[in-house]
């Protein structure tokens, strides 16, 4: 679940659509996403086989594969609209407690969209082409 203000506007990365921008200033180190599960959806690879293809692709598209948990994780909230990039501000990283969180990896002013390079957590890129 997002931990800062955030807004979704159409994307600063080419054929991306829309993305998640910084309502206001977010400093280096703080925490941006954190997985809740009683509000993000987590499901282990036998729950995620067990769905349609269509429910496969839309948490593929719009979540990740967790190589930390093993597990498929779909936001519950806008931080789905996060896009990727090689040059991103916030960077994910398992907690003592085995879920994950994002921290913002430099200041974020108000208005830039929040970034992150899902190669570092995601085992799932292959499904999004960026592997």
Request: net charge negative; aromatic share 10%.
């Amino acid at each position: 679940m997002l931990k800062v203000q955030t807004y979704v506007a159409e994307s600063t990365i080419p054929d991306a659509g829309m993305g998640l921008f910084a309502k206001a200033f977010i400093a280096r180190g703080t925490v941006v996403w954190e997985l809740e599960l009683n509000g993000d959806t987590a499901l282990t690879p036998a729950a995620f086989a067990s769905l349609a293809k269509h429910e496969q692709a839309h948490i593929l598209h719009f979540g990740y594969l967790d190589r930390a948990l093993g597990l498929y994780i779909r936001c519950g909230d806008d931080g789905h609209y996060v896009n990727h990039s090689e040059s991103p501000n916030i960077a994910g990283v398992p907690n003592d407690e085995g879920r994950s969180y994002s921290v913002a990896i430099r200041d974020i002013p108000a208005g830039v969209e929040i970034l992150d390079d899902y190669r570092t957590y995601d085992d799932a890129m292959h499904a999004k082409g960026l592997s």
